[in-house]
């Protein structure tokens, strides 16, 4: 069965802190990737996605994420976090060929940045 | 376009009683999908459809029934609430449920059920 693995419960940061949050699945044929994001109290927003050409792909609010095949992986970084990107983030998989249009999720990831 | 709306967003239920969760979406989306969020368990898939009259059972389909007699809703029925039904659900939809723009789904803002 397809599953999303994201390696940290929780980060903790300090402003201008770099970072990046891990993200491997378990296909081993074409994917689509995305991370979302929930802010406190808020549903889920889409902050990047990929589905072909370059790897390194570009989001909102300065984030990007590199797609590594080899390494089945989809790992977020941003250069210099701010309080405000606080949040909830989830990495997600579409696998091709599987349940039409379901995306796997992973457990999350919580960011907190302290100012 | 008001995108994906849900109703109620907050809801207390007794063991034992039944409710619909409403979705819609004015995107004219084919693909609709829910999902529960629990704490440490990212988002589950309860149940989806790929187009009006055509709905299947997700990760976790057990307690909850839909239907989808329209393109723009989708509601969820909890049949007998238990207290392991207490989450927040999600509802999501997407314009292309097959092909290479697959899978980017829009959330809705959720409803916050507490089930006593």
């Known amino acids: 069965a397809q599953s999303v693995s994201q390696h940290n419960h929780h980060v903790i940061l300090s402003e201008a802190a770099s970072l990046e949050l891990g993200c491997n699945y378990s296909y081993g044929g074409t994917v689509n990737l995305f991370w979302y994001v929930q802010y406190p109290g808020q549903h889920l927003q889409l902050l990047l996605k990929y589905f072909s050409g370059d790897p390194l792909v570009k989001g909102i609010k300065g984030f990007e994420a590199e797609f590594i095949k080899s390494k089945f992986s989809f790992n977020l970084r941003k250069p210099s976090v701010q309080w405000s990107d606080t949040a909830e983030y989830f990495c997600?998989?579409?696998?091709?060929?599987?349940?039409?249009?379901?995306?796997?999720f992973g457990k999350g990831t919580k960011l907190s940045v302290k100012p | 376009n008001a995108g994906v709306t849900q109703t109620p967003k907050f809801q207390v239920l007794k063991t034992g009683q039944s409710m619909t969760l409403q979705c819609a979406q004015d995107m004219n989306h084919e693909y609709m999908s829910w999902y529960r969020q629990d704490p440490g368990m990212g988002l589950r898939l309860i149940h989806y459809s790929v187009g009006a009259g055509i709905t299947d059972q997700g990760e976790v389909p057990n307690g909850y029934n839909v239907s989808r007699s329209t393109t723009e809703d989708f509601p969820l029925r909890l049949l007998s609430a238990a207290p392991s039904q207490t989450s927040v659900y999600f509802c999501?939809?997407?314009?292309?449920?097959?092909?290479?723009?697959?899978?980017?789904?829009?959330f809705g803002p959720g409803t916050r059920l507490t089930v006593l």
């Open positions: 999501a939809s997407s314009y292309r449920p097959s092909g290479s723009a697959r899978g980017e789904q829009f």
């Open positions: 997600a998989v579409n696998a091709w060929g599987g349940s039409q249009g379901n995306l796997i």
